[in-house]
């Protein structure tokens, strides 16, 4: 039967020499199929039908029903037979060229195997069914061929099927299988975070373990090199230079104790002396006859407030001459400021030189004695001869009008 359409497929017309390309209604109608269903893909179709707007097929013979659509229209000069010209000739536009080339039936034919190699089946047929050259034979050879194909295609598509069944039923069992992976891969990931994350735990608190070994390590590596035992002992010779100044300033200040203590016993050995006597001195001056009225102290304590220690014992005796007692102290340089009001109580009367005596002793000394109404002398100098001057002064001037 093929060979049968094969004698048929150029029309009578054709045999004549053709110059220009066929058109496709000018094919016979037999070849309408294979060129619709080979060189057009299912795409292709569709956007043909878009195009020309061919009917909405639907169901599972609606690709059928366009396919033949076309087919049945392709035999035709009209809209929809021209644009599928068009859309074929643009779209094997460089094959159509390439082809256009050739002269002769032996070159086509040649080209048309050359194609069959590379797989470029869908160009070279609808090249060669137009190209005004091809001869009955080759187009005869060409129909068979792409024939033959569809056939082969069938049973390749009907394995396929059987395969992609096949494949299907695996796939399905594989994502069951991957979504089973995909639990326990979860599981293992929340697994893996938690240990990860007790892991940087236990990585901190050896860290800090680390930390604190090194510290101790440091710190044994320094006593060993001597460092703490050099600061120890450095720290040992500050202390106990410490006590030893504690020490010298304890006996320091427990001299001066011992030493108010016992000008204290003196001065109270002074007063009841002073007390024993003063009936007698009272009698002594009271009468006409006494010897030292006027010329001496009469057993008077004078105080002498400032000045150097060791002159003290020349004032002491320049009174003691002059029948007078004597009492020093030394203005707070090493003497207190009770002992002061101690002395300045004892005194009769006080002098004190203003260029050796401290600012708060002299406010002292004028304070006591003016509220105790006893006489005050300020020395110009703590000399001898400033002293004996004083001494005369209060003779002449002060104990004579307590005498009157």
């Known amino acids: ?126 090249s060669i069914l137009t190209h005004p050259n091809s001869s009955t034979d080759l187009l005869g050879q060409v129909y068979g061929e792409v024939h033959m194909l569809s056939h082969l295609e069938g049973a390749a598509n009907r394995a396929d099927y059987r395969e992609i069944a096949s494949l299907r039923s695996e796939n399905e069992q594989l994502k069951a299988e991957l979504d089973i992976l995909r639990k326990s891969s979860r599981k293992a990931q929340v697994k893996r975070d938690q240990l990860i994350g007790q892991l940087k735990v236990d990585l901190k608190e050896a860290e800090i373990k680390a930390s604190k070994s090194d510290e101790l390590e440091a710190r044994l590596l320094a006593e060993r090199d001597g460092d703490t035992i050099a600061r120890l002992e450095k720290r040992i010779d500050c202390l106990t230079m410490r006590v030893l100044q504690e020490t010298d300033r304890a006996n320091e200040l427990q001299d001066k104790l011992t030493q108010a203590q016992n000008d204290n016993q003196d001065l109270k050995a002074n007063i009841k002396q002073q007390v024993v006597a003063m009936p007698e001195i009272t009698a002594c001056m009271q009468s006409e006859g006494c010897p030292v009225a006027n010329s001496d102290l009469c057993g008077r304590c004078i105080a002498y407030i400032g000045g150097q220690t060791k002159q003290a014992a020349f004032f002491r005796k320049k009174v003691e001459e002059k029948n007078g007692q004597f009492i020093h102290h030394d203005g707070g340089l090493h003497d207190g400021q009770a002992r002061l009001q101690s002395i300045l109580a004892q005194a009769d009367a006080v002098m004190f030189p203003v260029t050796c005596v401290s600012h708060e002793a002299t406010r002292e000394i004028k304070r006591i004695c003016i509220k105790q109404e006893k006489p005050f002398i300020p020395l110009r100098s703590q000399g001898l001869g400033a002293f004996t001057k004083g001494l005369e002064s209060l003779e002449g001037e002060y104990f004579e009008k307590q005498v009157d």
């Open 1 to 126: 039967m093929c060979d049968a359409l094969a004698k048929h497929i150029i029309k009578e017309g054709d045999l004549k020499v053709r110059t220009k390309r066929r058109k496709l209604w000018e094919l016979e109608m037999h070849l309408h199929c294979p060129v619709v269903g080979t060189c057009l893909t299912q795409a292709d179709i569709k956007k043909i039908a878009t195009k020309c707007q061919a009917p909405d097929f639907e169901g599972r013979t609606a690709n059928y029903k366009l396919h033949s659509f076309f087919v049945s229209q392709a035999h035709y000069n009209n809209g929809v037979g021209k644009l599928l010209h068009k859309y074929l000739d643009r779209k094997f536009n460089r094959t159509i060229k390439a082809f256009s080339r050739l002269k002769t039936s032996q070159e086509l034919e040649e080209k048309w195997a050359e194609a069959m190699n590379e797989g470029d089946i869908s160009g070279a047929f609808w």
